[in-house]
């Protein structure tokens, strides 16, 4: 069995419609994944930034 909560980005009521019956806003899902794509990218480009900067100084190595 699927447990799917929602919630309403409005009044923050969590209920099972995808319609708020509270303020008949359109409701989100209540579990975001975990690694969003775009989380994905932020990541990537802070790495990368890390790695630019590396390379102007010296090569010092962080654990
Ligand atoms: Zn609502």
Do not use: Q, W
């Amino acid at each position: 069995m699927k447990f799917l909560m929602r919630k309403c980005p409005k009044c923050g009521r969590y209920t099972f419609k995808e319609v708020c019956p509270i303020c008949g806003a359109r409701t989100v899902s209540a579990h975001p994944p975990r690694f969003s794509p775009t989380d994905k990218y932020v990541r990537y480009r802070v790495v990368l930034r890390e790695l630019s900067r590396n390379t102007y100084s010296t090569t010092k190595v962080r654990s």
